[in-house]
């Protein structure tokens, strides 16, 4: 699956999620295609209008434990790695490693959350089943096991901080905010990579300063495959989300 990173990183759409047109964008027939030769079970919820239509893709567990992952993008010209190709994948590995959690990988985050607000509505009405909370990946990329998580409080938040002891950030608008907004616990996490040199961070985790500076490759050239690791993918999975999960 993390070999795969590099050819989503190619796919591109027309541009932010307003753009999508009337048929599955690329993003969404190149998950659509991944998710079935890998034999995963998914359900696409198709929303909008004549012109332009939204997409949520549902892999369903049996838990009340959610992961969600935006698959839009805002850049066309960029790789979109970190914002948030990397999270779609890391989102997809979850739900191999621990196939009881429901995943979604929401379309519209980047114009104010379109996705976690159809998803929120369809949570609440019982649609995907009981929901405990939600763990939404961001920027996901690169870091591994130092990570901070959003500033929330929420049972989720406190359950990821007595396990990990780790910082907590005011982020930015994210889908979290929207799930919280709808009265769906949820928190958002982003691991980051360990700062080099003799500089200091805010956000220390594990002993290290955090390095915050790939923050600002989002939507941007910048945000290249090149600047992610897919070791540090598969172990932010296995050694940070399997635990929170636990």
């Known amino acids: 699956m993390y070999s795969k990173m590099s050819e989503f990183c190619k796919v591109k759409n027309v541009g932010i999620a307003y753009e999508n047109g009337h048929e599955e964008?690329?993003?969404v027939k190149w998950l659509v295609k991944l998710l079935k030769s890998n034999n995963i079970q998914f359900i696409i919820d198709k929303w909008g209008s004549d012109t332009n239509k939204f997409y949520?893709?549902?892999?369903?567990?049996?838990?009340g434990k959610f992961v969600?992952?935006?698959?839009?993008?805002?850049?066309?010209k960029s790789d979109n790695a970190n914002d948030n190709s990397a999270s779609v994948i890391n989102a997809?590995?979850?739900k191999i490693h621990s196939p009881s959690t429901t995943v979604i990988l929401l379309d519209g985050e980047e114009i104010g959350g379109k996705g976690s607000q159809r998803a929120s509505e369809k949570i609440n009405s019982g649609e995907y089943g009981n929901c405990d909370w939600i763990l939404n990946f961001e920027l996901t990329g690169k870091?591994?096991?130092?990570?901070?998580?959003?500033?929330y409080d929420n049972d989720l938040s406190s359950h990821i901080k007595n396990i990990f002891n780790?910082?907590?950030?005011?982020t930015p608008f994210n889908d979290s905010t929207v799930f919280n907004r709808n009265g769906i616990v949820s928190?958002?996490?982003?691991?980051?990579p360990i700062l080099k040199g003799t500089g200091s961070s805010k956000l220390v985790h594990n002993g290290f300063s955090l390095d915050s500076s790939i923050l600002w490759n989002c939507h941007s050239?910048?945000?290249?495959?090149?600047?992610?690791?897919?070791?540090?993918?598969?172990?932010?999975?296995e050694d940070v989300v399997m635990k929170i999960l636990d």
């Open 25 to 27: 964008t690329p993003r």
């Open 68 to 76: 969600t992952a935006h698959h839009d993008i805002v850049n066309p």
């Open 143 to 151: 870091g591994g096991s130092n990570f901070f998580i959003g500033n």
């Open 56 to 63: 949520n893709i549902i892999l369903p567990g049996t838990s």
């Open 166 to 170: 780790c910082p907590t950030f005011q």
């Open 92 to 94: 997809i590995m979850t």
């Open 187 to 192: 928190t958002v996490i982003n691991p980051l």
């Open 221 to 237: 050239l910048r945000d290249s495959v090149e600047t992610i690791d897919v070791n540090d993918m598969k172990k932010f999975v």
